[in-house]
């Protein structure tokens, strides 16, 4: 009776450590969790917001470029009197009612390129802010996948957790039974019901843990996770550091985003430069003139050609080009250090993926080893030759070596997903996701010529300002 009690709580033990979640049909896997994620993030729509109020900027500074017209209306009353020699100094009345208009065309001919170089510049920027779309959409990613993974392994530490309050129940009870005919001490059984309050601990924390990563999966792909589809197949990855480093210098966002602030801050640099030079522009003016008192009016219509430049203006000039040369020697040493930080995080990636893949290795060795030592320790116990404390440690080391090996298959999924940020290649478009991807040329394509809001292009404008807005 003895015997066949120990090989059912042997059986139990085994079955438990090597226990799998059952996956409902319609589960959620990864590729949900990413696809809600890049729907569903905030900071990603933000963000577009940002690219779109660039866009305008570039709309901005190339107005500068084209014929400005204006209109102006006054409308004017004068009152008094007024004595002169001519009236014998009789007084008489000079009030009367006046009214103006006028159109005013302007169009700058030559400015020694200054604003054209602004738009140069503001293109730049525009170029810049996608990237930093992109590395924002990577860290949304980047952050579903590691909710996902963290939800997994929480869901199977509170199974294990609930595993082994169960066969410590059953030790529990075991021991109360020896004790009750002598075979073991008391001692034995207060060390079995302290391994059940341990127990119990483990569980009610790991139930905690599992509710802060079901809410941080809620909170980044905007619903609850249920139940999960397991683990999908791990990603191939570059694990050659020189190659992946290769890799991520020429795609990551921050290092595209660096480049694009550099080359923005030369222009403006060069512009503030030409600002220095004269300009050329043309006026043409229409105006008519009406006084109602005495029906006099008068129509006129003017062009002018002009030329000025600054001569002295307290400083500002050689100031604004002093402050753009800091900014464009700023904008250079910021690429620098992006490019050693894209590089360091590389290493880093690697590093931590091929040391999770390691410690799994180890862990699952780990595993058998401990399976055999509990095994002989617990038959040992039987015979005398073991007391219940070394059960409970070996059960415990047990234990431990499964936590191990779900930590560390966790840590290598998270840590091979870091790599592809690493390199800027964990993006909806990279992972075939099956989502609306975001062109951010369309709304730039649409507002770069700056149509007036009655053109065509203008209301194209419109319905796709108000069915962001409806998003």
Avoid: C
Avoid at 338 to 344: D, E, G, S
């Amino acid at each position: 009776m003895k015997a066949e009690r120990i090989r059912r709580y042997v059986a139990g033990v085994l079955t438990g450590l090597s226990l799998t979640i059952t996956v409902p049909a319609q589960a959620n896997s990864l590729a949900d969790a990413l696809v809600g994620a890049y729907g569903h993030s905030g900071l990603i729509d933000q963000n577009r917001a940002l690219l779109r109020a660039a866009d305008e900027d570039v709309a901005i500074a190339a107005s500068q470029l084209r014929l400005i017209v204006n209109w102006a209306a006054n409308l004017t009353r004068q009152l008094g009197d007024s004595r002169t020699s001519q009236t014998n100094g009789a007084s008489r009345s000079i009030a009367q009612t006046s009214v103006s208009a006028s159109i005013t065309a302007s169009l700058q001919l030559f400015d020694g390129g200054a604003d054209r170089t602004r738009v140069d510049a503001q293109e730049e920027v525009v170029l810049a802010t996608r990237a930093a779309l992109i590395n924002v959409e990577q860290q949304v990613l980047l952050r579903a996948a590691a909710a996902y993974f963290n939800v997994l392994r929480q869901q199977e530490f509170v199974a294990l957790s609930q595993h082994n309050l169960r066969l410590l129940q059953q030790e529990e009870r075991a021991a109360q039974d020896r004790f009750e005919v002598g075979e073991v001490t008391r001692t034995d059984v207060a060390l079995a019901q302290a391994a059940v309050a341990n127990a119990r601990a483990n569980l009610a924390r790991s139930q905690a843990n599992l509710i802060q990563a079901q809410a941080e999966y809620t909170s980044v792909v905007g619903r609850q996770p249920g139940r999960l589809a397991g683990l999908p197949r791990l990603p191939r990855v570059q694990t050659n550091v020189p190659r992946a480093q290769s890799v991520a210098v020429r795609n990551h966002p921050d290092i595209i985003q660096a480049q694009r602030q550099v080359a923005a801050q030369d222009l403006l640099l060069r512009a503030s430069g030409l600002d220095m030079l004269p300009t050329v522009s043309v006026t043409g003016r229409l105006s008519v003139s009406d006084q109602f008192d005495n029906l006099n009016s008068t129509d006129s219509a003017s062009v002018e050609l002009g030329v000025q430049g600054p001569i002295y203006q307290g400083g500002r000039l050689y100031a604004t080009e002093r402050k753009a040369l800091a900014n464009a020697q700023a904008a250079r040493g910021n690429l620098h250090n992006v490019r050693h930080t894209v590089q360091q995080d590389v290493v880093n990636a690697i590093a931590d993926l091929q040391a999770a893949s390691a410690s799994l290795t180890a862990s699952e060795r780990q595993i058998r080893a401990a399976r055999v030592a509990f095994e002989g320790i617990r038959e040992e116990a039987t015979l005398g030759a073991r007391t219940t404390l070394d059960v409970l440690d070996a059960e415990q080391d047990l234990l431990d070596a499964e936590t191990n090996r779900i930590s560390a298959q966790a840590d290598q999924y998270i840590a091979a997903y870091q790599v592809l940020e690493s390199m800027g290649l964990l993006t909806a478009a990279q992972l075939k996701l099956p989502v609306q991807l975001y062109d951010p040329r369309e709304y730039y394509n649409l507002m770069k010529t700056a149509p007036t809001k009655l053109s065509k292009q203008g209301r194209q404008l419109d319905k796709v300002l108000e069915a962001l807005t409806r998003e």
